[in-house]
């Protein structure tokens, strides 16, 4: 048997594992014990990975073949690489040459890996000269990129998750951490244990397990959550609990959120979050201390906040207006302070490094700055790169949708599922002329839509690099060689480059490393400079944060000890940007408020999960989850089916009484697809999954659909 040193495939976590191996089969899998992120621990879907490879499943599941349609809705058949890559050059040329180059997209994946990631943005940006490049981290990280860069001045989270080793205060903010981040939740049930002052505040409308965990729990109505930041800061103002020193020596723009946050009273803040005013009084005391009731003998304070915060059509202010918080009390650059994102995907962080959304360049570089578009061209050794910006996620399908986008590429992700407002992807993806799609997986709702089906390698199979939440990059190994004929996603790139632009010298590498090397160089001097690591340091000393420069022996646990920020004056901003309402409120003909979230032992569409009985014994099938009384009140039984129905869509599925859920709101779980969760879309057509139902409307700084909110209505079936 073989061990294989490597990274679970799933959260932003980034537990490494150990993949055992026997010839070209992966056997089992345990967790690391060197690894920083979890000493040796996995939860139920990282100790289960091996058996998501088995032969039996593998046989089920996986694409490993090249295939094509011939024509839309007909079966595909086998066809070789050669041709299958001549093809799409083919129509790709095809339409770069009639319609321009914005006439083709690429929609990618926060689960490729950085080297992945950076030869799709090569290929986008520099080959093509389109900025059409944009990812699924769209719906899952870029209203945190925004706050970031509003406020600290760079995409760079602050802590790590040591800090839960030093806070007296732990703020989780939209996220049932204990489901989406479970090994970091047991970290912080450990932390607990070891310090019982320790407080627990966690802010989420559903009474999670998480919120059940905590010493006080803030359940605010979905959409609240930039008043009940303002209304806590008015507080800290009032009780003078906000570090004044701090807000002078180290930032700017404070009178601005100071005259915003001034009628932000608590009873009013209460009364439109749904709050009781001595639970904000006390949610703002422990926040601002670090839960030692002292202003003088500041505690530390660490937030916590994943997709509650993000997928919303005002996400760049939620992210912000938590961050003001930290900058106020001056909760942030010490042991167990600051602001933490968690990553929803493993390498959403990855793909921000190399700049793989449609407004990014390489190493945190902005596409609007004249001077960064002229660097990435020299270190490209290409004359420019296009000034127009890219379309981001939802508009690049919305682009398709109405004849604008011609050929679609898609890797790695699964858009006819988990993109917002399924009815309009559905067009995009009928109406597009040209669609490949690059997949480990033949079994996912996206591959009925492709005129070409490339295979790819997957986890077990694959060489490369992964930046998790706390910027720790490890390395990703093959334990087994690729199945079939699948090819590494880089690979196929390359591959595909070459056939696109024959002659062309931007495409030299040969292994997963040459691209990692040419990113590393591209962090030059950047706020996430790399310069001081290698394949080689990786393999020696194990997995490293970042900034790790040249002549450092390893990266920063933590930034901004200094109280210096990566903007032009060296000071944080605060951001006085005013709460906005849902983009759907719910009213009287759809009076829920339907939120969605994730499962403890589900991933995503379920492609890989899906494939295992044991990971459907927490939960069996899709329900709707309501409360109690909405169940009286509607004479509905446990069980019985009933349709939940928004502007865009209607799904059948059973009604379950929840404690967890709050009067008026309904929860529906985001996994799951076509075989368990069937519907209807408002102009009749066939959709699938809780994104029947979701809005497309977006945060105007950030871009990412309101994924968490939309107003439906429930009836019985
Ligand atoms: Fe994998 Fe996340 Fe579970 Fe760790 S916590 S084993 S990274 S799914």
């Known amino acids: 048997m073989t061990d294989t040193r490597s990274t679970c495939p799933y959260c932003g976590v980034g537990c490494g594992v150990l993949i055992e191996s026997e010839g070209d089969r992966i056997t089992g899998v345990r967790g690391d014990p060197e690894h920083p992120a979890n000493a040796g621990r996995l939860c139920s879907k990282g100790q289960t990975l091996h058996l998501t490879a088995a032969p039996h499943v593998a046989r089920q599941t996986r694409l490993l073949h090249p295939q094509v349609r011939a024509a839309r809705g007909a079966a595909p058949q086998r066809t070789t690489w050669d041709e299958a890559l001549d093809l799409a050059a083919r129509r790709f040329n095809g339409a770069i040459a009639t319609h321009g180059p914005d006439a ?137 609990w906000t570090d004044t020193a701090y807000i002078a020596a180290h930032t700017r723009g404070f009178e601005a959120l100071e005259a915003l946050v001034r009628d932000c009273t608590p009873a009013r803040v209460a009364q439109a979050c749904g709050l009781e005013v001595h639970d904000l009084v006390t949610a703002a005391r422990w926040f601002a201390t670090g839960a030692s009731g002292d202003p003088k003998a500041r505690g530390a304070t660490l937030s916590l906040y994943c997709q509650g915060l993000n997928q919303s059509s005002s996400g760049t202010a939620k992210n912000a207006g938590l961050i003001n918080l930290h900058l106020a009390t001056g909760q942030i650059g010490r042991p167990g302070a600051g602001p933490f994102s968690l990553t929803g995907q493993p390498n959403a962080m990855g793909g921000r490094e190399v700049g793989g959304l449609a407004n990014l360049l390489s190493a945190h570089r902005d596409l609007a700055d004249p001077a960064h578009r002229a660097e990435v061209a020299a270190l490209w050794g290409i004359p420019s790169v296009p000034e127009k910006p890219g379309l981001s996620a939802v508009e690049l399908f919305e682009a398709a949708a109405d004849g604008t986008v011609k050929a679609l590429w898609i890797a790695c992700t699964n858009p006819a599922q988990s993109m917002p407002d399924q009815r309009t992807v559905r067009r995009a993806l009928q109406r597009a002329e040209f669609v490949v799609l690059q997949e480990a997986f033949a079994t996912t709702a996206t591959a009925g839509f492709a005129d070409l089906l490339l295979p790819a390698t997957t986890w077990g199979e694959k060489d490369g690099t992964v930046t998790n939440s706390e910027r720790r990059i490890s390395r990703v190994r093959a334990a087994v060689p690729p199945p079939g004929e699948a090819r590494h996603d880089w690979r196929i790139v390359v591959d595909f480059a070459r056939r696109l632009r024959p002659g062309h010298a931007l495409f030299p590498h040969e292994t997963p490393e040459a691209l990692w090397r040419e990113h590393r160089e591209s962090t030059r001097g950047r706020d996430l400079d790399i310069t001081g690591l290698s394949y080689a340091k990786l393999d020696r000393d194990g997995p490293q944060q970042w900034p790790l420069r040249e002549g450092d022996t390893q990266g920063k646990a933590r930034l901004y000890g200094d109280g210096v920020f990566p903007t032009p004056d060296g000071r944080a901003r605060f951001a006085a940007l005013p709460h906005r309402p849902l983009a759907e409120p719910r009213e009287p003909r759809y009076p829920f408020s339907l939120t969605t979230g994730r499962l403890r032992d589900q991933w995503h569409g379920m492609g890989r999960t899906g494939t295992l009985g044991r990971l459907f014994g927490h939960v069996a099938e899709p329900a709707v989850q309501l409360n109690a009384g909405d169940m009286q009140r509607l004479a509905l039984r446990d069980g ?68 968490k909110h939309a107003a439906v209505k429930v009836l019985k079936a």
């Open 104 to 240: 083709v997209g690429f929609y990618i994946s926060g689960q490729l890996l950085t080297e992945d990631y950076y030869a799709f943005n090569k290929l986008a940006k520099g080959l093509i000269g389109t900025n059409n490049i944009d990812t699924n981290s769209r719906l899952c990280m870029s209203s945190a990129v925004a706050g970031y860069k509003l406020t600290l001045g760079a995409d760079a989270p602050p802590a790590c998750y040591e800090d839960l080793d030093h806070a007296g205060c732990v703020f989780i903010a939209g996220s049932n951490t204990a489901y989406a981040h479970p090994v970091l939740f047991r970290r912080l049930e450990d932390a607990r244990r070891a310090r019982p002052g320790m407080k627990l505040i966690v802010a989420d409308p559903r009474r999670t397990d998480t919120a059940e965990a905590a010493d006080l729990h803030l359940p605010l109505q979905p959409g609240s959550d930039t008043l009940l930041f303002h209304g806590l800061l008015h507080l800290m103002l009032r009780e003078g």
């Open 640 to 707: 019985e089916l009933v349709h939940v129905t928004s502007r865009r869509g209607s799904l059948v599925l059973p009604a379950q009484a929840s404690g967890q859920v709050a009067p008026a709101q309904a929860f529906i779980a985001m996994h799951w697809g076509p075989e368990y969760l069937g519907g209807r879309g408002s102009g009749g057509e066939p959709l699938a999954g809780v994104n029947a139902l979701t809005t497309s409307a977006r945060c105007p700084g950030s871009q990412q659909p309101e994924l």
